[in-house]
């Protein structure tokens, strides 16, 4: 199983992001995908997550309403985009995959910094 995230980096207020999670190793269109992510001195936190045929979503609060997650399982890959951002959206941002009977996976992150 492997998680590959990619399309953090430093953008301003109110400013847009879209990450992208390139899934490999498993089944990828039988499993919810979730995002989470980390700030400086935090324990990780739910972001968000979609069910396999990506037909239900849910969020956390602090970020509904700005964040869409989505996902392509022709391309067993998973999205969040992030619109509206705020300085207190920085972080390392992961994709996670529960897999039944075996456990969780997590990628290696990618920063996301907030900042003017």
């Known amino acids: 199983v492997q998680l590959v995230e990619s399309g953090g980096g430093l953008v301003q207020p109110g400013g847009s992001l879209r990450l992208s999670c390139a899934a490999s190793?498993?089944?990828?269109?039988?499993?919810?995908m979730s995002w989470y992510r980390q700030a400086p001195g935090k324990e990780r936190e739910y972001v968000a997550v979609i069910i396999s045929t990506g037909g239900i979503t849910n969020y956390a609060d602090s970020v509904k309403g700005r964040f869409t997650i989505s996902r392509d399982n022709a391309k067993n890959t998973v999205y969040l985009q992030m619109n509206s951002l705020k300085p207190e959206d920085t972080a390392v941002y992961y994709c996670r995959v529960h897999l039944r009977a075996i456990g969780e996976y997590w990628g290696q992150g990618t920063q996301v910094i907030v900042s003017s």
């Open positions: 190793g498993f089944t990828f269109s039988s499993y919810a």
